[in-house]
């Protein structure tokens, strides 16, 4: 998760906590499965009163780590698990928003659309904008292009474009599933000495603060983290009441 996206988020909950005034203890884990599961065993054992889980996938792992071994309320903040309906869980419709961004393109004239993908693995957020990405070409009747970019940041979107430069894959708009994947796209093409849009359009996800700080400004599916963060808090805390 984008530094930029964890820092929004934490601003949220740190709002409620203030009203509260309650502390709150912070687990950086930069998405790695052992860090993750670390910080859990180290929250369990401060008996803290509740959790806020905010990482790319909630795993059966995780889940059974604090289920089977403590009974502290958690809440799912911008995730959720691959399969399971979590009440708890608090996020934007992935599949809608994809779809939404991709028949925007559509009607903006384009055909050849595709799809730049921080992974396409089984993590749950992947795997809904990747499909509401195809459900909007396939109702159009537009052959879907999926690249996987094997990363959300910016170095991946440059990489990730290098890659285009030399397929023969055509396309006149890239839909990436992320801002940061997308600044990097837009980066490295400018490099290549290619004018957005008047080459191809690029859309990105997230509307991170950078996203309007480059040049040309990112045109962005907005989430508002913040609130989804003001939203998780509030949650838990009704959870430990």
């Given at each position: 998760m984008s530094s930029q996206i964890s820092n929004l988020i934490l601003k949220g909950i740190e709002a409620i906590a203030t009203e509260k005034n309650t502390s709150i203890i912070v687990g950086y884990t930069f998405t790695d499965d052992e860090k993750t599961y670390d910080v859990i065993e180290t929250m369990i054992q401060n008996r803290v009163d509740g959790l806020i889980f905010s990482n790319?996938?909630?795993?059966?792992?995780?889940?059974?780590?604090?289920?089977?071994?403590?009974?502290?309320?958690?809440?799912?903040?911008?995730?959720?698990?691959?399969?399971?309906?979590?009440?708890?869980?608090?996020?934007?419709?992935?599949?809608?928003?994809?779809?939404?961004?991709?028949?925007?393109?559509?009607?903006?004239?384009?055909?050849?659309?595709?799809?730049?993908?921080?992974?396409?693995?089984?993590?749950?957020?992947?795997l809904q904008r990747v499909n509401g990405y195809k459900e909007a070409m396939e109702e159009a009747g537009l052959n879907t292009n999926i690249i996987d970019a094997h990363g959300y940041d910016f170095n991946s979107g440059k990489k990730v474009f290098n890659k285009l430069l030399n397929s023969t894959i055509d396309f006149s708009a890239l839909f990436c599933t992320?801002?940061?994947?997308?600044?990097?796209?837009?980066?490295?093409?400018?490099?290549?000495?290619?004018?957005?849009?008047?080459?191809?359009?690029?859309?990105?996800?997230?509307?991170?603060?950078?996203?309007?700080?480059?040049?040309?400004?990112?045109?962005?599916?907005?989430?508002?983290?913040?609130d989804i963060g003001y939203q998780s808090a509030q949650a838990l805390f009704n959870l430990i009441d």
């Amino acid at each position: 998760m984008s530094s930029q996206i964890s820092n929004l988020i934490l601003k949220g909950i740190e709002a409620i906590a203030t009203e509260k005034n309650t502390s709150i203890i912070v687990g950086y884990t930069f998405t790695d499965d052992e860090k993750t599961y670390d910080v859990i065993e180290t929250m369990i054992q401060n008996r803290v009163d509740g959790l806020i889980f905010s990482n790319q996938q909630f795993t059966k792992k995780y889940r059974d780590a604090i289920e089977n071994r403590s009974n502290i309320p958690y809440v799912l903040c911008a995730t959720r698990s691959l399969g399971k309906n979590d009440k708890s869980a608090f996020m934007i419709d992935d599949l809608l928003a994809a779809r939404e961004g991709t028949n925007y393109l559509i009607k903006q004239g384009h055909t050849n659309i595709t799809l730049v993908a921080g992974t396409i693995d089984q993590e749950f957020i992947a795997l809904q904008r990747v499909n509401g990405y195809k459900e909007a070409m396939e109702e159009a009747g537009l052959n879907t292009n999926i690249i996987d970019a094997h990363g959300y940041d910016f170095n991946s979107g440059k990489k990730v474009f290098n890659k285009l430069l030399n397929s023969t894959i055509d396309f006149s708009a890239l839909f990436c599933t992320s801002d940061e994947l997308a600044i990097g796209v837009m980066h490295r093409a400018i490099e290549h000495g290619y004018q957005i849009p008047e080459d191809f359009s690029v859309l990105g996800f997230d509307n991170i603060p950078s996203s309007q700080m480059f040049y040309p400004p990112l045109t962005t599916i907005s989430q508002n983290f913040y609130d989804i963060g003001y939203q998780s808090a509030q949650a838990l805390f009704n959870l430990i009441d």
